[in-house]
């Protein structure tokens, strides 16, 4: 996962990032991204985060990143659908930025997913 997120995030990269707000240790992040079906038919929205990977190879694991809902009915065609993107920073978690990925199925790259973890007292990475 950090390989991959490396690449998507480097320079001259098309790959679409989601920042979620810099939260401290013990804290939730929140965000949404937006699913649009640009095709003609309904089509099924599939969604699973990564863990995201941190400095010093420090992680927050995947089962604190919640993507929701992760199998809503089928999205009508032309339309989309708002999507919740929720981590919770476990408690003593290090400080700097993680980073992981939103997959999908339907898409052709990843989403990058980015949180920067604050110090104890809000400061920054």
């Known amino acids: 996962t950090a390989s991959l997120a490396d690449r998507a995030s480097g320079a ?9 707000p810099p939260t401290p240790a013990g804290g939730f ?6 699913v649009h079906n640009t095709t003609a038919s309904p ?3 599939e969604l699973a985060a990564t863990s995201l990977a941190g400095p010093d190879g ?4 995947a089962h604190a ?6 199998r809503p009915d089928p999205l009508p065609a032309r339309a989309s659908t708002e999507v919740r993107l929720r981590v919770h920073v476990p408690d003593g978690q ?12 339907v898409a052709d790259q990843p989403l990058l997913l980015r949180l920067d973890v604050t110090a104890i007292g809000g400061a920054g990475s």
């Open 12 to 20: 001259g990269s098309s790959v679409e990032t989601v920042e979620l």
């Open 29 to 34: 992040a929140e965000g949404s991204l937006w």
């Open 43 to 45: 089509a099924p929205v």
């Open 58 to 61: 420090l992680a927050v694991p």
């Open 65 to 70: 990143v919640s993507v929701g809902p992760t």
């Open 94 to 105: 290090g400080p700097g930025r993680y980073q992981g990925l939103v997959l999908t199925p």
